[in-house]
């Protein structure tokens, strides 16, 4: 059983920059695609980005492309989401997620775990 612990949200001033953290235990962590969704009130979940075992793949929602980064430290068992330019359009509850194995299409479900989600609001 994994456990994921999100931490980094908070507010922000639109243009403003956070920079969200996923602690993993409980796992071979290196053994999981890992990656970042969203929901905003009354919304479906999105997916945001997700990045490969290894860490040398990675994918992003068009949304946040060119704005966000994902990085991984298998050393470390964490997972991390650097926001940046951030719009009002960004305000949600950012969930950490792993899938057993390949990244390939991460972005279409799957997951076989997921953090409880920290809350990120951009103010305009």
């Known amino acids: 059983q994994v456990q994921l612990v999100e931490s980094g949200g908070g507010l922000v001033q639109a243009g403003g920059s956070l920079r969200l953290s996923c602690a993993a235990s409980g796992g071979t962590f290196s053994n999981y695609a890992m990656g970042w969704f969203r929901q905003a009130p009354g919304k479906e979940r999105e997916f945001l980005a997700a990045i490969s075992r290894g860490g040398g793949t990675t994918d992003y929602a068009d949304s946040v492309k060119g704005r966000f980064t994902i990085s991984r430290d298998n050393a470390k068992n964490t997972v991390t989401l650097q926001m940046n330019s951030l719009k009002p359009e960004d305000t949600a509850v950012h969930y950490c997620?792993?899938?057993?194995?390949?990244?390939?299409?991460?972005?279409?479900?799957?997951?076989?775990?997921w953090g409880k989600g920290t809350l990120v609001t951009v103010s305009s």
């Open positions: 997620a792993a899938r057993w194995g390949s990244v390939s299409n991460y972005r279409f479900g799957g997951m076989d775990y």
